[in-house]
């Protein structure tokens, strides 16, 4: 009866936990060596220098915009994918699900093909009204929004997925009509994970560089997000103005998944 | 036809079996060929008529589109071709906020954002009624539903039996025209689920609101039901009141439903001390029942004791007749027994090693004893 119960040494276990064990301390050393590159004095010059301010601030700003243009989008899309038949829904769906492994600079060419105001008939269009989107902080916030919706619509569809339909049902039959259930039932219901999609799809934005970087461009403050600060100086040879705003991105990818841990709990959000 | 009418005049044309009793004379809801098909669920032209104020149990196996009939009914699917009248009323495209008709789930389904006083009070909030109104008439249903000291707890602190109390006046505080239960009780223990039956007697008895409940329980059947509908596969195969149901059962799947397969019609004779003896084609058992006249009797297979000899046991009944038929089931086996006179059969439950050491094949006679108490009359 004792052998039974009795750990074993296991040669197995021990290279499996090692490994993953070898994994974290890797992890520690590789981001502790970029943050204590930079002497402190240096890193708190370039963290306060006006270029890493406004890129702060661009990025802020533009991955809030389009982080509600893609919950603008996502909400009702997540919904319908997860509640209702309609005609081309499986194909809707690998379509919504393909950028999800596509890389974003591809996206990023697409769309600087799409808004040149000489590669296509929509960008001329818009360069006749006088919008010209192309190397503009309006890019970033098109080349953000286009490659987190689909990722925003897979984070929504599983949370709605979880509120099981009868509730609605329940809600109907009590008199409130489809909109008022969905403010006053589902969205409620899904609130946690919601936020958590939200939350992720932001910091999302904070970090975009690829699509930002074919449509945007690299311009020195102008279309200076963090990223993109990071890779410009990068290119100059300013590796401590590099490394500030890679630690500022690092710092929100912290935050970003405790408050995702905090809202998520038991809840099954999809991290994507 | 233009309209549901309100005497039932249709109901030789569409379904002869799915009208409401005669007692009740208003008709209050009226399905009349409906078609669904829902993933791979199909009901082909199904019809039914329910009473005003009448208590209609739906039974039937899992997958008889009993829920599918509830949420049509309720207006959360849409028929492929049918009608559905309330009240004379065509209902069939009108949206669920606009019918008047309440439902509630097996599995309580209260909106674990709000407190069980907001949840009862949701659907006064839809109507813009007031907040002290609200909290008002929420207070009144709670109070007597016996969950008047829990308004202001949430959802997922409350037992089962409480939940669905809450469900329940979260429905009738509307007083829906029709009240539509999914199995309210199966999710419930044995003492809370009689409890809470009384309790749905007490209040169609004093609300007298039409409802039509689906359950797996035959204690529902006969302490609620006027009418019993059986469903299968998407249509409805049997109507009628709960001793028609029993009497003229489709036998396989009322046995298996109740597991008492020892189900006869009987005339009964009250004795002294609450005792009553019932004959049954000519043979006589002894039942404790107050009841007189024509009763059906029931008697589950594991309180039959099977015997070579005559027992010598303090137990009221026993019969002696020639074993007909031993099905196995892999568990237990079942013993048919046709008593001698009468040719009444009985169907007993044994172990198989009962059945062994006892030794009985086809043909044996045998002795079936079991108490007064063993043979239920409803």
Redesign the interface.
Known sequence: MTTQTKHHFSLFKLLCTGTALAAVLGLIVIFAGMILYPTPADLIDCLLSEEIRFAITLSMVTALISTFLCAVIAIPAAYSMTRFDFFGKEAANILLNLPLSLPPLVAGIALLIFFSPVLSPAGGLLSAMGINIVYTSAAIVIAQFFVNTPYMIRSLRSSFSMVNPRYEHTARTLGCSEWNTFVQVTLPMAKSGLIAGIVITWSKAMGEFGAVLMLAGAIAMKTETLPIALFINMTTGDIEKSVAAAIILLAISAVVLIAVEHYGKGRGVDYV | MSEADNTGSMTDITNPQCSYSKESSKNCLTIENFSITLGDFKAENLNLKVGDGEYCIVIGPTGAGKTILL?TI???HRLKTGKIYLHGRDITDI???L?G???V?Q?Y?L???MTIGDNIA??LK??GVSKEERERQAAEIAGKLGIGHLLGRYPQTLSGGEKQRAAIA??VI?K?KVLLLDEPLSALDNTTRESLRRELKKLHKEMHTTIIHITHHFEDIYSLADRVVVMREGSIIQCGTVEEIVRKPDTRFIADFTGMENIYAGICTPLSNGTCEIEINGLKLYAVSDRSGDVNVGIRPEELIISKEKLASSARNSVCGEVIKITDNGIFSKIAVAEEKSGVIFTAALTKQGIESMNVTTGDKVYLTFKATAVHVF
Do not use: C, K, N, V
Request: proline share 16%.
């Open positions: 949420e309720a207006g959360i949206p669920p906020e019918r008709i309440g439902i789930y599995d389904m909106f674990p954002h949701f659907g839809q109507r979260r429905a509307l829906p």
